[in-house]
């Protein structure tokens, strides 16, 4: 099994910031990418930012300039440091982590979500 814990949401005003971070443990042999995904209410989940084994990273339009993800290979986790707070990136933020398990089999993994709330 693999777990995923997060933490780092909570309330914060227009313009502040906040760092989420991810880390993942359990029978995970590989990590090929590990990112964050968020959903507002109404809507669907979206990516916000990932990264890859090799350090590359993609993020939505919606957040370049303002947030910027990273890994800690050696610890098996992934940070967001969102910066420029807006109250349209209110939402669920959820870890992802994609990896492989055995040599051949591979599969996403869910954190719990963490709820980020930017309202004055």
């Known amino acids: 099994q693999v777990q995923l814990v997060e933490s780092g949401g909570g309330l914060v005003q227009p313009g502040g910031s906040l760092r989420l971070s991810c880390a993942a443990s359990g029978s995970i042999l590989r990590i090929v990418a590990m990112g964050w995904y968020r959903q507002a209410p109404g809507k669907e989940r979206e990516l916000v930012a990932s990264?890859?084994?090799?350090?590359?990273?993609n993020y939505a339009d919606s957040v370049k300039g303002r947030f910027t993800i990273s890994r800690d290979n050696a610890k098996n986790t992934v940070y967001v440091q969102m910066n420029s707070l807006k109250p349209e990136d209110t939402a669920v933020y959820y870890c992802?982590?994609?990896?492989?398990?055995?040599?051949?089999?591979?599969?996403?993994?869910w954190g719990q979500g963490t709820q980020v709330t930017v309202s004055s």
């Open positions: 990264v890859n084994a090799g350090g590359g990273t």
């Open positions: 992802n982590v994609r990896g492989y398990t055995t040599w051949t089999d591979w599969d996403d993994y």
